[in-house]
T-cell receptor, first 114, second 115 residues
Framework: AQKVTQAQTEISVVEKEDVTLDCVYE???????LFWYKQPPSGELVFLIR??????QNEISGRYSWNFQKSTSSFNFTITASQVVDSAVYFC???????????FGTGTRLQVFP | NAGVTQTPKFQVLKTGQSMTLQCAQD?????MSWYRQDPGMGLRLIHY???????DQGEVPNGYNVSRSTTEDFPLRLLSAAPSQTSVYFC??????????????FGQGTRLTVV
């Protein structure tokens, strides 16, 4: 079965702290794609990153970084020096190569306090 | 370039009423889909379409109908609204998601309340 687990329902941090959002996925497929989306309080879904299963390189984009580890089926997201504007719900999602269906995790609500 | 446009943004229905949520995209994407978002459950796929004239069921299709007569439009119909359909609905579009390094573009969402 294919599944995405975001075990952290809610995380609260103080501004400038680093925070890591966990994502564990399940699939038997060898080719798949992983995504992170951000949903700010305004409600829209904002694409952050897409990673292909054959590319295990970590990625850094400004204060955001992603750690993809196939050995542990994890695709964790770290925000360095968090800011209040990072407050949002973050979703991890899985797409299998032979379907066009995005499977979402339940999301992690991040609250960054000033 | 409008991207994905959903209407309406908010809607209140009485139990048993029917309505159509509209979704339009101007990016010539083949793939379009509808999700519902409920607290603690993430986003769940209702129906999707890989091109005009082709639709298929997702994870939670009961109570919803779709059609895809054009590439641009993918309306979602609630046949007889029930309180369990109270949710936030998102429409998304993309090129075939596995065909290139692409993302799914989401609409702004429709908050539906069934009383």
């Amino acid at each position: 079965a294919q599944k995405v687990t975001q075990a952290q329902t809610e995380i609260s941090v103080v501004e400038k702290e680093d925070v890591t959002l966990d994502c564990v996925y399940e699939t038997r497929d060898t080719t798949y794609y992983l995504f992170w989306y951000k949903q700010p309080p305004s409600g829209e879904l904002v694409f952050l990153i897409r990673r292909n299963s054959f590319d295990e390189q970590n990625e850094i984009s400004g204060r955001y970084s992603w750690n993809f580890q196939k050995s542990t089926s994890s695709f964790n997201f770290t925000i360095t020096a968090s800011q209040v504007v990072d407050s949002a719900v973050y979703f991890c999602a899985l797409l299998l190569e032979d379907t066009d269906k995005l499977i979402f995790g339940t999301g992690t609500r991040l609250q960054v306090f000033p | 370039n409008a991207g994905v446009t959903q209407t309406p943004k908010f809607q209140v229905l009485k139990t048993g009423q029917s309505m159509t949520l509209q979704c339009a995209q101007d990016m010539n994407h083949e793939y379009m889909s509808w999700y519902r978002q409920d607290p603690g459950m993430g986003l769940r796929l209702i129906h999707y379409s890989v091109g005009a004239g082709i639709t298929d069921q997702g994870e939670v299709p009961n109570g919803y109908n779709v059609s895809r007569s054009t590439t641009e439009d993918f309306p979602l119909r609630l046949l007889s609204a029930a309180p369990s359909q109270t949710s936030v609905y998102f429409c998304a579009s993309s090129y075939f998601q596995t065909s290139m390094n692409t993302e799914a573009f989401f609409g702004q969402g429709t908050r539906l309340t069934v009383v």
